[in-house]
Protein backbone atom coordinates (compact mmCIF):
# COMPACT_ATOMS: atom_id res chain seq x y z
CA UNK A 1 0.00 0.00 0.00
CA UNK A 2 1.44 3.40 -0.74
CA UNK A 3 1.89 6.15 2.00
CA UNK A 4 -0.01 9.40 1.76
CA UNK A 5 3.32 11.28 0.58
CA UNK A 6 4.00 8.51 -1.85
CA UNK A 7 0.11 9.10 -3.20
CA UNK A 8 0.58 12.52 -3.40
CA UNK A 9 3.52 12.11 -5.52
CA UNK A 10 2.38 9.99 -8.00
CA UNK A 11 -0.59 12.19 -8.84
CA UNK A 12 1.66 15.50 -9.26
CA UNK A 13 3.21 13.30 -11.69
CA UNK A 14 0.57 12.36 -13.27
CA UNK A 15 -1.11 15.73 -13.41
CA UNK A 16 2.11 17.30 -14.92
CA UNK A 17 2.40 14.48 -17.54
CA UNK A 18 -1.32 15.46 -18.75
CA UNK A 19 -0.44 19.19 -18.80
CA UNK A 20 2.38 18.92 -21.22
CA UNK A 21 1.37 18.55 -25.21
CA UNK A 22 1.22 15.17 -26.17
CA UNK A 23 4.42 14.01 -28.21
CA UNK A 24 4.01 11.32 -31.05
CA UNK A 25 5.07 7.77 -30.71
CA UNK A 26 8.75 7.86 -32.30
CA UNK A 27 8.39 5.85 -35.61
CA UNK A 28 10.58 3.43 -35.87
CA UNK A 29 13.87 3.46 -37.70
CA UNK A 30 13.84 2.03 -41.58
CA UNK A 31 16.45 -0.12 -42.75
CA UNK A 32 19.30 1.23 -44.91
CA UNK A 33 18.14 -0.01 -48.48
CA UNK A 34 21.07 -2.45 -49.66
CA UNK A 35 22.93 -1.03 -52.73
CA UNK A 36 23.56 -4.06 -55.82
CA UNK A 37 27.05 -3.90 -56.20
CA UNK A 38 29.02 -4.24 -59.45
CA UNK A 39 30.33 -7.85 -60.22
CA UNK A 40 33.87 -5.54 -61.02
CA UNK A 41 34.08 -3.70 -57.87
CA UNK A 42 34.42 -4.18 -54.35
CA UNK A 43 34.88 -1.79 -51.72
CA UNK A 44 36.39 -1.35 -48.23
CA UNK A 45 36.22 1.99 -46.19
CA UNK A 46 39.64 3.26 -44.61
CA UNK A 47 40.48 6.35 -42.22
CA UNK A 48 41.54 9.42 -43.35
CA UNK A 49 44.69 8.52 -41.86
CA UNK A 50 44.84 5.72 -44.29
CA UNK A 51 45.81 8.17 -46.97
CA UNK A 52 49.50 8.75 -47.50
CA UNK A 53 50.19 11.96 -47.95
CA UNK A 54 46.50 13.66 -47.08
CA UNK A 55 47.50 15.95 -44.57
CA UNK A 56 50.35 17.48 -46.92
CA UNK A 57 48.94 17.75 -50.21
CA UNK A 58 47.23 20.55 -51.84
CA UNK A 59 43.76 20.35 -52.26
CA UNK A 60 42.83 23.45 -53.79
CA UNK A 61 42.87 22.43 -57.40
CA UNK A 62 40.67 19.34 -56.80
CA UNK A 63 37.92 20.92 -54.68
CA UNK A 64 37.82 23.62 -57.63
CA UNK A 65 37.15 20.92 -59.92
CA UNK A 66 34.74 19.41 -57.80
CA UNK A 67 32.70 22.82 -57.61
CA UNK A 68 32.46 23.05 -61.21
CA UNK A 69 30.82 19.08 -61.49
CA UNK A 70 28.57 20.35 -58.44
CA UNK A 71 27.13 23.03 -60.90
CA UNK A 72 25.93 20.68 -63.14
CA UNK A 73 23.90 18.94 -60.61
CA UNK A 74 22.28 22.09 -60.16
CA UNK A 75 20.42 21.57 -62.76
CA UNK A 76 19.45 17.93 -62.06
CA UNK A 77 16.39 16.21 -59.88
CA UNK A 78 17.03 15.19 -56.55
CA UNK A 79 15.66 11.47 -57.23
CA UNK A 80 17.98 11.25 -60.18
CA UNK A 81 20.89 8.77 -60.50
CA UNK A 82 24.14 10.48 -60.45
CA UNK A 83 24.70 7.81 -63.19
CA UNK A 84 21.74 5.49 -64.12
CA UNK A 85 24.61 2.97 -64.63
CA UNK A 86 26.27 3.20 -61.32
CA UNK A 87 23.92 2.51 -58.68
CA UNK A 88 26.70 2.41 -56.17
CA UNK A 89 27.36 6.24 -56.59
CA UNK A 90 23.74 7.26 -55.43
CA UNK A 91 21.79 10.08 -55.86
CA UNK A 92 21.77 13.37 -56.99
CA UNK A 93 20.26 14.18 -53.73
CA UNK A 94 22.98 12.34 -51.85
CA UNK A 95 25.77 14.83 -52.97
CA UNK A 96 24.21 18.28 -52.54
CA UNK A 97 25.11 18.50 -49.06
CA UNK A 98 28.73 17.97 -50.14
CA UNK A 99 28.41 20.47 -52.69
CA UNK A 100 26.68 23.05 -50.55
CA UNK A 101 29.64 22.72 -48.30
CA UNK A 102 32.28 23.18 -51.23
CA UNK A 103 30.54 26.49 -52.33
CA UNK A 104 31.33 27.77 -48.60
CA UNK A 105 34.67 26.59 -48.11
CA UNK A 106 37.45 29.77 -47.56
CA UNK A 107 40.13 29.25 -50.20
CA UNK A 108 43.43 27.33 -49.21
CA UNK A 109 44.08 23.54 -48.80
CA UNK A 110 43.62 23.35 -44.60
CA UNK A 111 39.83 24.77 -45.29
CA UNK A 112 39.50 22.42 -48.12
CA UNK A 113 40.62 19.51 -46.48
CA UNK A 114 38.33 20.28 -43.26
CA UNK A 115 35.47 20.65 -45.31
CA UNK A 116 36.17 17.43 -47.51
CA UNK A 117 36.57 15.39 -44.18
CA UNK A 118 33.17 16.38 -42.56
CA UNK A 119 30.77 15.45 -45.68
CA UNK A 120 32.70 12.40 -47.20
CA UNK A 121 34.00 8.95 -46.03
CA UNK A 122 37.16 7.44 -47.81
CA UNK A 123 36.41 4.06 -49.72
CA UNK A 124 38.93 2.01 -51.50
CA UNK A 125 37.96 0.47 -54.57
CA UNK A 126 39.45 -2.91 -55.36
CA UNK A 127 38.91 -4.21 -58.82
CA UNK A 128 37.26 -7.50 -58.76
CA UNK A 129 37.66 -10.81 -61.06
CA UNK A 130 33.63 -11.88 -61.36
CA UNK A 131 34.96 -15.70 -61.92
CA UNK A 132 37.04 -15.75 -59.28
CA UNK A 133 36.18 -13.26 -56.48
CA UNK A 134 40.06 -12.51 -56.89
CA UNK A 135 40.54 -8.61 -56.07
CA UNK A 136 43.60 -6.04 -56.64
CA UNK A 137 43.90 -2.72 -55.58
CA UNK A 138 45.36 -0.86 -58.67
CA UNK A 139 44.88 -0.21 -62.05
CA UNK A 140 46.04 1.47 -65.46
CA UNK A 141 46.36 4.96 -65.64
CA UNK A 142 47.50 6.21 -68.56
CA UNK A 143 47.95 10.26 -69.44
CA UNK A 144 46.50 12.94 -71.64
CA UNK A 145 46.93 16.39 -72.25
CA UNK A 146 45.58 19.02 -74.60
CA UNK A 147 47.90 19.65 -77.40
CA UNK A 148 48.89 22.51 -79.04
CA UNK A 149 48.62 21.95 -82.71
CA UNK A 150 50.00 23.98 -85.75
CA UNK A 151 47.30 24.89 -88.01
CA UNK A 152 46.65 26.65 -91.40
CA UNK A 153 43.36 27.82 -93.08
CA UNK A 154 43.83 26.20 -96.09
CA UNK A 155 45.80 22.90 -97.28
CA UNK A 156 49.50 23.92 -97.80
CA UNK A 157 52.89 21.67 -98.15
CA UNK A 158 53.24 19.83 -94.96
CA UNK A 159 49.29 20.67 -93.69
CA UNK A 160 48.13 18.06 -95.80
CA UNK A 161 45.29 16.50 -93.14
CA UNK A 162 41.75 17.97 -92.44
CA UNK A 163 40.15 18.56 -89.32
CA UNK A 164 36.32 17.78 -90.02
CA UNK A 165 33.24 19.09 -88.30
CA UNK A 166 30.43 16.90 -86.95
CA UNK A 167 28.70 15.59 -90.80
CA UNK A 168 25.17 15.82 -91.09
CA UNK A 169 24.66 12.43 -91.71
CA UNK A 170 25.87 11.34 -88.51
CA UNK A 171 23.29 9.99 -86.01
CA UNK A 172 23.70 9.55 -82.18
CA UNK A 173 20.81 7.26 -80.78
CA UNK A 174 20.43 7.38 -76.48
CA UNK A 175 19.51 4.02 -76.00
CA UNK A 176 17.98 5.19 -72.60
CA UNK A 177 14.98 7.03 -74.66
CA UNK A 178 13.83 3.96 -75.48
CA UNK A 179 14.74 1.41 -72.25
CA UNK A 180 15.45 2.61 -68.88
CA UNK A 181 17.48 -0.39 -68.35
CA UNK A 182 19.89 1.40 -71.07
CA UNK A 183 20.30 4.53 -69.71
CA UNK A 184 23.37 6.21 -70.70
CA UNK A 185 24.51 4.36 -73.24
CA UNK A 186 24.44 5.30 -76.99
CA UNK A 187 25.13 3.95 -80.98
CA UNK A 188 26.20 5.55 -83.60
CA UNK A 189 25.75 5.30 -87.22
CA UNK A 190 24.26 6.27 -90.24
CA UNK A 191 20.91 5.85 -91.81
CA UNK A 192 20.66 3.88 -94.77
CA UNK A 193 17.66 2.38 -96.70
CA UNK A 194 15.51 3.72 -93.55
CA UNK A 195 18.03 1.42 -91.44
CA UNK A 196 20.59 2.78 -89.04
CA UNK A 197 23.91 1.00 -89.56
CA UNK A 198 27.62 1.44 -88.37
CA UNK A 199 28.99 4.90 -90.03
CA UNK A 200 32.00 5.24 -91.95
CA UNK A 201 35.58 4.19 -91.24
CA UNK A 202 38.31 6.37 -90.65
CA UNK A 203 39.51 5.40 -94.36
CA UNK A 204 35.88 6.11 -95.76
CA UNK A 205 35.56 9.44 -93.89
CA UNK A 206 38.64 10.53 -96.12
CA UNK A 207 37.73 9.39 -99.50
CA UNK A 208 34.37 10.83 -98.94
CA UNK A 209 35.20 13.80 -97.88
CA UNK A 210 32.73 13.80 -95.01
CA UNK A 211 32.20 16.67 -92.71
CA UNK A 212 33.11 20.14 -93.42
CA UNK A 213 37.16 21.08 -93.35
CA UNK A 214 37.78 23.93 -90.87
CA UNK A 215 41.63 24.12 -90.40
CA UNK A 216 44.68 21.99 -91.86
CA UNK A 217 47.46 20.45 -90.04
CA UNK A 218 50.17 17.77 -90.21
CA UNK A 219 49.20 14.31 -90.80
CA UNK A 220 50.82 13.49 -87.20
CA UNK A 221 49.53 16.21 -85.29
CA UNK A 222 46.18 15.59 -86.40
CA UNK A 223 45.86 11.93 -85.42
CA UNK A 224 47.21 12.34 -82.12
CA UNK A 225 44.64 15.35 -81.59
CA UNK A 226 42.20 13.14 -82.39
CA UNK A 227 43.68 11.03 -79.87
CA UNK A 228 43.63 13.51 -77.15
CA UNK A 229 39.75 14.36 -78.05
CA UNK A 230 40.86 18.35 -78.47
CA UNK A 231 43.81 20.90 -78.41
CA UNK A 232 44.35 24.21 -78.96
CA UNK A 233 44.97 25.31 -82.49
CA UNK A 234 47.63 27.84 -83.86
CA UNK A 235 47.18 29.71 -87.10
CA UNK A 236 50.15 30.93 -88.72
CA UNK A 237 48.93 34.34 -88.03
CA UNK A 238 48.91 33.50 -84.38
CA UNK A 239 45.76 33.64 -84.05
CA UNK A 240 44.43 30.35 -81.50
CA UNK A 241 41.02 28.40 -81.34
CA UNK A 242 40.16 25.07 -79.57
CA UNK A 243 39.52 22.10 -81.09
CA UNK A 244 36.95 20.58 -79.02
CA UNK A 245 35.31 16.97 -79.22
CA UNK A 246 32.25 17.13 -81.44
CA UNK A 247 31.35 13.18 -81.79
CA UNK A 248 33.00 10.04 -83.43
CA UNK A 249 31.97 7.61 -85.25
CA UNK A 250 31.19 4.78 -83.08
CA UNK A 251 34.17 1.83 -84.15
CA UNK A 252 36.62 1.13 -81.93
CA UNK A 253 39.48 2.33 -81.24
CA UNK A 254 42.82 0.36 -82.33
CA UNK A 255 46.10 1.41 -80.98
CA UNK A 256 48.36 1.92 -83.74
CA UNK A 257 51.44 1.80 -81.45
CA UNK A 258 50.26 -1.82 -80.28
CA UNK A 259 50.39 -2.53 -83.92
CA UNK A 260 53.51 -1.47 -84.18
CA UNK A 261 55.03 -3.40 -81.64
CA UNK A 262 52.94 -6.47 -83.13
CA UNK A 263 54.84 -6.07 -86.28
CA UNK A 264 58.36 -5.80 -84.48
CA UNK A 265 58.64 -2.45 -85.85
CA UNK A 266 58.58 -0.67 -82.04
CA UNK A 267 59.38 -1.92 -78.94
CA UNK A 268 57.42 -1.99 -76.23
CA UNK A 269 58.94 0.74 -74.09
CA UNK A 270 59.27 3.14 -77.78
CA UNK A 271 55.88 2.85 -78.57
CA UNK A 272 55.42 6.16 -77.46
CA UNK A 273 54.31 9.56 -79.01
CA UNK A 274 57.44 10.57 -79.51
CA UNK A 275 58.65 6.76 -80.57
CA UNK A 276 55.42 6.61 -82.99
CA UNK A 277 56.47 10.21 -84.50
CA UNK A 278 60.15 9.06 -85.46
CA UNK A 279 58.74 5.89 -86.94
CA UNK A 280 56.33 7.84 -88.97
CA UNK A 281 59.03 10.18 -90.30
CA UNK A 282 61.24 7.48 -90.91
CA UNK A 283 59.16 5.93 -93.23
CA UNK A 284 56.75 8.76 -94.86
CA UNK A 285 53.51 9.67 -96.20
CA UNK A 286 52.78 6.07 -97.78
CA UNK A 287 53.59 3.92 -94.33
CA UNK A 288 51.71 6.81 -92.43
CA UNK A 289 48.77 6.39 -94.49
CA UNK A 290 48.32 2.65 -94.05
CA UNK A 291 49.14 2.77 -90.43
CA UNK A 292 46.73 5.25 -89.56
CA UNK A 293 43.87 3.39 -91.27
CA UNK A 294 44.65 0.40 -88.73
CA UNK A 295 42.48 2.83 -86.56
CA UNK A 296 38.91 2.68 -87.57
CA UNK A 297 37.70 5.28 -85.02
CA UNK A 298 37.41 8.75 -86.32
CA UNK A 299 36.76 11.83 -84.20
CA UNK A 300 35.28 14.70 -85.18
CA UNK A 301 35.65 18.50 -83.80
CA UNK A 302 34.15 22.00 -83.63
CA UNK A 303 35.70 25.00 -83.08
CA UNK A 304 35.81 27.23 -80.07
CA UNK A 305 37.10 31.14 -78.79
CA UNK A 306 39.52 30.34 -76.63
CA UNK A 307 38.02 32.92 -74.27
CA UNK A 308 40.16 31.93 -71.14
CA UNK A 309 43.85 30.52 -71.54
CA UNK A 310 43.84 29.08 -67.97
CA UNK A 311 40.51 26.39 -68.42
CA UNK A 312 41.13 23.25 -69.85
CA UNK A 313 38.73 21.75 -72.78
CA UNK A 314 35.25 20.44 -71.52
CA UNK A 315 35.06 16.76 -70.73
CA UNK A 316 32.37 14.84 -71.34
CA UNK A 317 30.73 15.48 -68.25
CA UNK A 318 30.68 19.07 -69.64
CA UNK A 319 33.28 20.74 -67.89
CA UNK A 320 36.56 22.21 -67.71
CA UNK A 321 38.93 19.65 -67.30
CA UNK A 322 41.21 20.85 -64.46
CA UNK A 323 45.52 20.36 -64.75
CA UNK A 324 46.21 17.34 -62.27
CA UNK A 325 42.90 17.20 -60.86
CA UNK A 326 40.88 15.65 -63.76
CA UNK A 327 40.98 12.15 -64.97
CA UNK A 328 38.63 9.73 -67.10
CA UNK A 329 36.85 7.16 -66.36
CA UNK A 330 34.43 3.95 -67.62
CA UNK A 331 31.19 5.73 -67.41
CA UNK A 332 30.29 1.94 -66.84
CA UNK A 333 31.64 1.57 -63.72
CA UNK A 334 32.25 4.98 -62.00
CA UNK A 335 30.62 8.06 -62.23
CA UNK A 336 31.13 11.64 -63.45
CA UNK A 337 31.93 14.21 -60.10
CA UNK A 338 33.55 11.60 -58.13
CA UNK A 339 36.60 12.47 -56.13
CA UNK A 340 39.50 10.12 -55.70
CA UNK A 341 42.58 9.72 -53.67
CA UNK A 342 44.92 8.31 -56.57
CA UNK A 343 48.40 7.19 -55.74
CA UNK A 344 50.71 5.70 -58.44
CA UNK A 345 54.52 6.59 -59.84
CA UNK A 346 53.54 8.96 -62.63
CA UNK A 347 56.44 10.02 -64.81
CA UNK A 348 59.11 12.00 -63.15
CA UNK A 349 56.64 12.47 -60.02
CA UNK A 350 57.46 8.92 -58.40
CA UNK A 351 55.32 7.96 -55.53
CA UNK A 352 52.76 10.70 -56.35
CA UNK A 353 49.41 10.97 -54.47
CA UNK A 354 46.78 13.16 -55.18
CA UNK A 355 43.12 14.29 -55.05
CA UNK A 356 41.51 14.40 -58.79
CA UNK A 357 37.51 14.58 -59.77
CA UNK A 358 36.30 12.15 -62.44
CA UNK A 359 34.66 14.23 -65.67
CA UNK A 360 35.63 12.66 -68.08
CA UNK A 361 35.62 9.48 -70.34
CA UNK A 362 37.16 8.09 -73.49
CA UNK A 363 37.16 5.34 -75.77
CA UNK A 364 40.06 3.56 -74.17
CA UNK A 365 39.21 3.59 -70.82
CA UNK A 366 37.23 0.69 -70.14
CA UNK A 367 37.06 -1.44 -66.78
CA UNK A 368 37.39 -1.06 -63.01
CA UNK A 369 40.14 0.88 -61.72
CA UNK A 370 40.90 2.51 -65.41
CA UNK A 371 41.80 5.72 -65.52
CA UNK A 372 43.35 8.73 -68.03
CA UNK A 373 44.74 11.42 -66.38
CA UNK A 374 44.94 14.71 -67.07
CA UNK A 375 48.34 16.45 -67.28
CA UNK A 376 46.95 19.92 -69.05
CA UNK A 377 48.95 21.23 -71.60
CA UNK A 378 52.52 22.34 -73.14
CA UNK A 379 55.80 20.73 -73.42
CA UNK A 380 55.37 19.36 -69.54
CA UNK A 381 52.20 18.06 -69.82
CA UNK A 382 53.01 16.97 -73.65
CA UNK A 383 56.05 15.12 -72.25
CA UNK A 384 54.64 13.46 -68.89
CA UNK A 385 51.14 12.36 -71.02
CA UNK A 386 53.35 10.63 -73.44
CA UNK A 387 54.85 8.40 -71.07
CA UNK A 388 52.32 7.83 -68.50
CA UNK A 389 51.22 3.82 -67.93
CA UNK A 390 51.49 3.49 -64.03
CA UNK A 391 49.35 1.54 -61.88
CA UNK A 392 47.45 3.56 -59.73
CA UNK A 393 45.36 2.94 -56.03
CA UNK A 394 42.03 4.23 -56.10
CA UNK A 395 40.22 5.84 -52.90
CA UNK A 396 36.66 7.44 -53.51
CA UNK A 397 35.35 9.70 -51.44
CA UNK A 398 31.81 9.44 -50.87
CA UNK A 399 28.87 11.07 -48.89
CA UNK A 400 27.85 9.82 -45.82
CA UNK A 401 24.45 8.60 -47.09
CA UNK A 402 26.09 6.64 -49.89
CA UNK A 403 28.76 4.44 -47.73
CA UNK A 404 25.71 3.91 -45.18
CA UNK A 405 24.16 1.85 -48.13
CA UNK A 406 26.50 0.39 -49.90
CA UNK A 407 27.61 -1.19 -46.39
CA UNK A 408 24.19 -1.75 -45.49
CA UNK A 409 24.31 -5.43 -45.31
CA UNK A 410 28.14 -6.00 -44.09
CA UNK A 411 28.08 -7.32 -40.33
CA UNK A 412 29.55 -4.63 -37.61
CA UNK A 413 33.46 -5.52 -36.51
Known amino acids: MLRRFDRLALIGVVLLAA ?67 VEWAGRVEDWRGACAAAAMTREGSDAARASLEAVFTPVRLLAREAETGETRETGLMTGYYEPFVEVRRARQPGFTQPLRRRPDDLVTVDLGRFDDSLSG ?26 GE ?51 GELEAHAASKQGIEAWLNENGPDATAELFGVNPRYVFFQSENLDDPTLGPRGSAGVPLTPMASIAVDTGVMAHGVPVWLSADLPELEGWHGLVVSQDSGGAINGPLRGDFFWGWGETAERRAGTTRAQAGWVVLLPHTVVARLFADTEPA
Not at 191 to 207: F, H, P
Not at 217 to 242: C, M, N, Y
Not at 246 to 254: E, Q
Open 19 to 85: CQPTTPEPEPEHDVPVVERPETLDFQPVLWTDLSGWDDEDLAPALQAFRRSCQRLDRRADADALNPR
Open 185 to 210: RRIVGEVRNGQLVEYKDRTTIETSNA
Open 213 to 263: VFAWGRPIDVFFLQIQGSGRLVFADGHEERAAFAAHNGLPYRSIGRELINR
